[in-house]
């Protein structure tokens, strides 16, 4: 990273004269607690989906989900009101005020979060009223949800960075471990976002690189930026692939069965989402280009850097996409012999052969063009937004 | 502004559209056999598809003490695997009638099987149901009300947010904003008001194209028709595209089957008064033509009504007018039919039912009401007695294409037509295919009502009347190798 070392660089405590952070404050652990709590929900969520079916507000999955956004909620108000109407001046000093309210920034926007994901509720029962129950992603209603819990992980971030930069030496390191946990969860419900086009059934298409290139560089870049540690961004991926190739291995062995007709593939087990994304070739091509480009013009970092992730993803996922939709892959390992069950036993072909988004070999370079220029816009949004974070302090 | 205001209402336009299975009638009346036990089952379809379906069974001779259900598509894969079966509530104060809920996940044609325990040991039966969505629902005030109102507080709890970050977000503790640092603040909550509206304006654009989209996708409509008299007394029909039906092609909703021997039925109703009626069977000329040779027919305008039955035993019914000459020609023939109605009474005096209708032969007919008015919604057997001119129970009916009648049912302004037969307003060739994929055979299908070799004189029919309105009812009986025609005429209540 450009100023990243072995230890970590913390420009605000070279001056600071406030007392330092010593401890890993409890709202630090109830923000990484509501975003792994949502995260996991969201997965299982999907899995749900595509090995039950069956949709109440009451699923396990939905409750995963909600509690993230109560914990979060409830954590974050006790925090501002403590702060607004208790006795310690040192907690409102480290504050930003609102309304008349008191708390760190991060506990307002996960407020925020909380109540955007609350607001999604009814919203979402409506639509499914009115529209029927949707198994798409990307519905209005269901972008709100996504709004909220990816607004309630931005604050988790704030809260713990302010810490952060606050911190002694060793509570900062500590505080970037969790740092880089709740950023890798966020980096897992953004591809769960994108899943839609970042099936390795695409990964022969340009949109497929669209998405990645949109998604990934500011979540990697920003959470490496503000963690001022070296290889920050390789780690969160790394962190996500271990926590996905997990989840691949482990999810089939819970039971399920479908409760929901038609059933077209009789399921006995929940179905797990797709083997994760070689996302760490790509954030250790930002990591190492970045580091390199350290000091120099931070456009030209941009550049070097997104054009880099996109480079190390090509090269890494279009290899992988032929393995993975050949015979080679059908096995728990690789688990794409894994069908939901609304899938006919018609339509499994449809996971081991691509599916070819554009329809010419122009529209192929075109998307290419847009996901470099994706890359290039969203690594320097990575970089302005991990600077901003490195200094923030309440 | 306004538009971005009305964000939450914007959306919640009120789509309807006519429903699959007859029209304006979505709802599924079966009466038949579970094994030992005789049922009376009423299927309403969600609105939109995937929704949820409310059953209500009937155990008709009171020996059911346990029924279970399940959804499966009626044809193909998605037919094999069952999911658990739900177990139905059994009413406290009516020990015979049970309700429950089903999912149905997509359009097209489904069944419903049903499991029926009781002191007869276990009965089963499936019930077609063809899904379609045909409405969407508008937001209701008191949603709409809280949203707006949750709206306008993120709005403004965002700004706020934004401004702090610019202004305290990165000040060491206890240090407090300078003038520039406040005027930072200030011009980040501008710029993030700006932000936020574009953001709902382009919102509320994704919006309204999700919404028509999803709508346009999901909402069901029957092919168009177009009719046409050619050479004097050809019909010919026309079938137009239908990107709903084109969609869902490999749900064989393509391939037309016969239902009760023919691939159309054809209704050519007289308006304004509904006092002409021709039943007739088109024969299909090319994919989508059928044409008739038409019986003698009088002039006039006509409501047309199209009734096809799909390969998974998915039914459309297309509707059109037409507007005939007289047509030369002999009477009907076969099983096609006609019947006149005289005497029509005035609409604004058809208050009550008519329960009686004499025909030209002398034969009388009557329609047998338990109760002296018709509720909408109310599932009820439409019962029907035949006597001959000597006022003796009629002894020669014959099955008319293999039922032991037909009924059709339209509402005075056309919004609803069924076409129902004693086992219910199901096509017949989805209820055989369902037969068939049980194992059924042919001899066992004469246990459905209508179906009797030993035809009695009273023929019923379950319905359900889908709104309140005046009606007209066709009944349909082969007597000694001539059709007959009888109607009546309804008010239902709501």
Redesign the interface.
């Known amino acids: 990273m450009a100023h990243s070392a072995s230890f970590p660089v913390s420009p605000p405590s070279q001056s600071a004269v406030f007392p330092r952070v010593a401890s890993i404050p409890w709202y630090v652990w109830c923000s990484a607690v509501a975003v792994t709590s949502t995260a996991i929900g969201l997965y299982w969520d999907i899995s749900w989906h595509t090995s039950i079916g069956r949709d109440t507000f009451w699923t396990p999955a939905h409750l995963c989900i909600h509690f993230g956004a109560i914990l979060a909620g409830l954590s974050s108000t006790y925090l501002i009101l403590t702060t607004t109407f208790g006795k310690n001046p040192a907690k409102q000093e480290s504050s930003v005020k609102i309304w008349g309210f008191y708390g760190p920034l991060g506990t307002f926007v996960s407020l925020w979060g909380g109540l955007t994901m609350l607001t999604s509720a009814p919203f979402d029962d409506w639509w499914h009223n009115a529209f029927g129950l949707d198994v798409q992603i990307l519905s209005p209603p269901h972008v709100v949800l996504i709004l909220g819990i990816f607004i309630l992980g931005l604050g988790g971030l704030f809260l713990i960075i302010a810490e952060m930069n606050r911190a002694n030496e060793e509570t900062r390191a500590s505080l970037n471990r969790i740092f880089l946990h709740v950023g890798c969860m966020l980096t897992i419900l953004l591809l769960m976002l994108i899943s839609e086009y970042s099936s390795y059934t695409l990964s022969h298409s340009a949109i497929y690189y669209r998405a990645l290139a949109l998604a990934m560089p500011p979540v990697l870049v920003g959470i490496a930026r503000a963690s001022g540690y070296k290889w920050a961004a390789t780690k969160v991926a790394l962190i996500y692939f271990v926590l996905w190739l997990l989840a691949l291995w482990l999810v089939p062995l819970v039971p399920a069965e479908p409760k929901l007709g038609p059933v077209y593939t009789r399921v006995t087990h929940l179905i797990p989402l797709e083997f994760p994304i070689l996302l760490f070739a790509g954030a250790a091509a930002l990591d190492f280009l970045l580091d390199r480009l350290s000091g120099r013009n931070k456009w030209l970092q941009a550049a070097v850097g997104g054009a880099g992730f996109l480079i190390a993803m090509i090269v890494v996922q279009w290899p992988v996409g032929r393995f993975l939709i050949s015979p080679l892959a059908e096995n728990r390992i690789f688990g794409t012999n894994y069908y939901p069950y609304m899938l006919p036993p018609s339509e499994y072909h449809l996971n081991h052969q691509f599916e070819f988004y554009e329809t010419s070999r122009a529209q192929f370079w075109v998307g290419m063009l847009i996901a470099l220029a994706a890359a290039f816009v969203m690594t320097r949004l990575g970089l302005a937004w991990g600077d901003w974070m490195r200094r923030v302090k309440r | 502004m306004k538009r971005i205001f009305l964000f939450?209402f914007a959306?919640?336009l009120l789509f309807v559209s006519r429903s699959s299975a007859h029209v304006g009638s979505p709802d599924v009346f079966y009466e038949g056999m579970a094994g030992p036990y005789r049922l009376f089952v009423t299927i309403r379809t969600?609105p939109?598809?995937?929704?949820i379906a409310e059953i209500e069974v009937r155990s008709l001779d009171g020996d059911a003490t346990d029924i279970r259900i399940?959804?499966?598509?009626a044809v193909g894969?998605?037919?094999e695997?069952?999911?658990?079966s739900d177990r139905m509530l059994r009413s406290q104060a009516d020990t015979q009638y049970f309700t429950g809920k089903?999912?149905l996940?997509?359009s097209g044609a489904?069944q419903v099987r049903l499991e029926v325990f009781g002191t007869h040991g276990k009965g089963d039966t499936a019930v077609p149901v063809p899904a379609a969505?045909r409405r969407?629902?508008?937001?209701?005030k008191g949603?709409g009300a809280?949203?707006l109102v949750?709206?306008f507080?993120?709005v403004a709890?965002?700004i706020?947010?934004f401004?702090?970050?610019a202004?305290?977000?990165?000040?060491?503790?206890?240090v407090a904003p300078t003038t520039p640092q406040r005027r930072r603040g200030r011009i980040a909550m501008a710029v993030t008001a700006v932000a936020i509206v574009a953001v709902l304006y382009l919102?509320n654009m994704?919006?309204d194209a999700?919404?028509s989209g999803?709508?346009e996708m999901?909402m069901y409509k029957a092919p168009p028709l177009d009719a046409t008299l050619q050479n004097t007394n050809t019909l010919v029909l026309k079938m137009g595209f239908s990107s709903w039906h084109d969609r869902r092609k490999t749900m064989l909703l393509d391939k037309i089957i016969p239902d009760h021997g023919h691939l159309m039925h054809l209704f050519l109703i007289g308006q304004p008064n509904l006092d002409r009626f021709y039943h007739l069977h088109p024969e299909q000329t090319a994919k989508d033509t059928f044409t008739e040779n038409l019986p003698a027919v009088s002039a006039g305008n006509y409501a047309v009504f199209a009734d096809i039955v799909r390969e998974s035993g998915f039914p459309d019914t297309m509707t059109t007018q037409i507007t005939l000459p007289a047509v030369p020609g002999n009477p009907p023939a076969g099983d096609d039919s006609e019947a006149m109605v005289a005497n029509l009474p005035d609409p604004s005096d058809a208050k009550k039912t008519a329960t009686s209708s004499t025909l030209p032969d002398h034969s009388r007919w009557e329609w047998i009401l338990d109760t002296p008015t018709i509720h909408a919604r109310r599932p009820t057997l439409l019962r029907f007695r035949i006597f001959d001119k000597d006022g003796k129970p009629a002894t020669d009916l014959q099955p008319y294409m293999g039922m032991a009648g037909h009924l059709v049912i339209v509402k005075r302004d056309l919004t609803v037509f069924a076409h129902v037969h004693p086992s219910g307003s199901m096509p017949m060739a989805a209820l055989m295919l369902l037969e068939k994929q049980q194992g059924s055979t042919s001899a066992e299908m004469t246990g459905m009502p209508g179906m009797s070799t030993a035809m009695p004189a009273e023929v019923t029919f379950p319905y359900g009347f889908p709104e309140p309105g005046d009606y007209r009812l066709f009944v349909q009986v082969k007597r000694s190798g001539q059709v007959q025609t009888a109607s009546f005429d309804t008010r239902v209540d709501p």
């Not at chain 2, 969407?136 to 209701?140: F, G, K, V, Y």
């Not at chain 2, 202004?167 to 206890?174: A, E, S, T």
């Open positions: 939450f959306g919640c969600p939109m598809v995937p929704g399940v959804p499966l598509r894969e998605g037919s695997y069952a999911p658990p089903l999912w996940m997509g489904w969505a969407t629902l508008r937001m209701q949603t809280l949203l949750l709206m507080l993120l709890s965002l706020a947010i401004g702090a970050a202004r305290d977000g990165q000040l060491d503790p206890g919102g994704w919006w999700a919404a999803r709508a999901m």
